[in-house]
């Protein structure tokens, strides 16, 4: 991925936040077919600073996991908060007219080895650990074991397990760094106007703010 260095998030810890907080992940391959993508829920795994994994799982009538080459690395992409800027928000827009539009987001990307996996306790504790991490915030969270287990054992056998060990991580924050303290200001300005979910996280990152 293109990073200018003004663009460049290093931080574990924001860049893990991302993720964390954005699962919904575009899980990329190559194959026998070419690239392939599918998009899933990836819960992250982190011992410490330098190791960590992405688990997930796909149908089994998916045939990325059957047709993937193991020998290259996959790519699962994250995509945090992203809004349009128009150069109306640019003081410069009134005094030199040298303005343009300009597209902000925050996006990790994660690079490794994919393995698959197929044992039912792997996959029961994985769908324990998928559902509880989103369930957390429910007033009644369901829990797998609110099911039948006939139920969930025929689920089981209709998808498989991935998992990912990162062994590269990229993060961008594309977040108007390149631009004066006076045009972030009206930047933050402008999208606090807008007052929707999708500007007021943006103003929050081009104030500064991370996950």
């Given at each position: 991925m293109y990073i200018p260095k003004h663009h460049e998030e290093t931080r574990i810890e924001v860049i893990d936040g991302l993720m964390r907080s954005q699962p919904l992940a575009s899980l990329i391959t190559m194959g026998s077919s070419g690239l392939f993508a599918s998009h899933l829920p990836m819960v992250?795994?982190?011992?410490?600073e330098t190791r960590a994994i992405l688990r997930g799982h796909l149908s089994r009538a998916n045939s990325q996991w059957k047709e993937f080459s193991p020998e290259i690395q996959a790519l699962a992409i994250f995509s945090g908060p992203q809004h349009y800027i128009t150069p109306g928000w640019y003081p410069e827009k009134a005094e030199t007219g040298k303005v343009v539009p300009t597209w902000n987001y925050a996006v990790v990307h994660a690079y490794g080895p994919l393995r698959i996996i197929e044992d039912?306790?792997?996959l029961l504790t994985h769908l324990h650990s998928l559902t509880d991490t989103h369930e957390s915030s429910q007033t009644m969270p369901w829990k797998v074991s609110d099911a039948p287990e006939d139920?969930?054992?025929a689920l089981l056998r209709g998808i498989v397990g991935v998992e990912l060990t990162i062994e590269r991580l990229e993060g961008k924050w594309k977040v108007s760094q390149n631009?004066?303290?006076?045009?972030?200001?009206s930047v933050v300005e402008g999208l606090a106007a807008l007052n929707t979910e999708t500007s007021l996280?943006?103003?929050d990152l081009v104030k500064g703010e991370r996950p």
């Open positions: 992250l795994h982190r011992t410490d039912p306790q792997w139920f969930i054992a631009q004066t303290e006076r045009t972030r200001a996280a943006m103003r």
